[in-house]
């Protein structure tokens, strides 16, 4: 599936609008733009938050397997998404030292520097 222009879009911004449809409580948008096509990404963390995102809302998805360093902020959310998918209770803690390792360098000056998304997008996921 492609958007609307019928291109793909980069992979690090279908996440983001993934993390934004989700921590609105809108799971079947999110559905909709996990299918979406991404644009090939060299960066491990996105494509691995892309396969999380795929499996935790019930679409095919293949966590790839990663060859560069994952930042240990980065780590963080991953592992409140693959302790999601194990069907563990998470804490959204992982969440919160993403977002505040990143807020200022990664999402400055974009709609996540001020906001944590990724903590109410987690607990969504959890209750799915």
Same mark, same amino acid.
């Given at each position: 599936?492609?958007?609307?222009?019928?291109?793909?879009? @980069?992979? @690090?911004?279908?996440?983001?609008?993934?993390?934004?449809?989700?921590?609105?409580?809108?799971?079947?948008?999110?559905?909709? !733009?996990?299918?979406?096509?991404?644009?090939? =990404?060299?960066?491990?963390?996105?494509?691995?938050? =892309?396969?999380?995102?795929?499996?935790?809302?019930?679409?095919?998805?293949?966590?790839?397997?990663?060859?560069?360093?994952?930042?240990? @902020?980065?780590?963080?959310? %991953? =592992?409140?998404l693959?302790?999601? !998918?194990?069907?563990?209770?998470?804490?959204?803690?992982?969440?919160d030292?993403?977002?505040?390792?990143?807020?200022?360098?990664?999402? @400055?000056?974009?709609?996540?520097?001020?906001?944590?998304?990724?903590?109410?997008?987690?607990?969504?996921?959890?209750? %799915?």
């Amino acid at each position: 599936m492609h958007s609307e222009s019928g291109q793909p879009i @980069a992979l @690090a911004e279908k996440n983001e609008l993934v993390v934004l449809a989700l921590s609105l409580g809108h799971v079947e948008l999110a559905k909709q !733009i996990v299918r979406i096509e991404g644009t090939p =990404d060299e960066y491990p963390f996105t494509q691995v938050l =892309d396969a999380l995102f795929a499996q935790l809302l019930g679409l095919p998805a293949q966590v790839p397997t990663v060859l560069r360093k994952i930042t240990a @902020a980065e780590q963080y959310l %991953i =592992d409140d998404l693959e302790n999601i !998918i194990g069907g563990k209770q998470i804490t959204l803690g992982g969440a919160d030292k993403f977002w505040s390792a990143t807020r200022k360098k990664r999402y @400055a000056n974009t709609i996540h520097e001020h906001r944590n998304f990724f903590k109410p997008a987690l607990a969504v996921l959890q209750g %799915i």
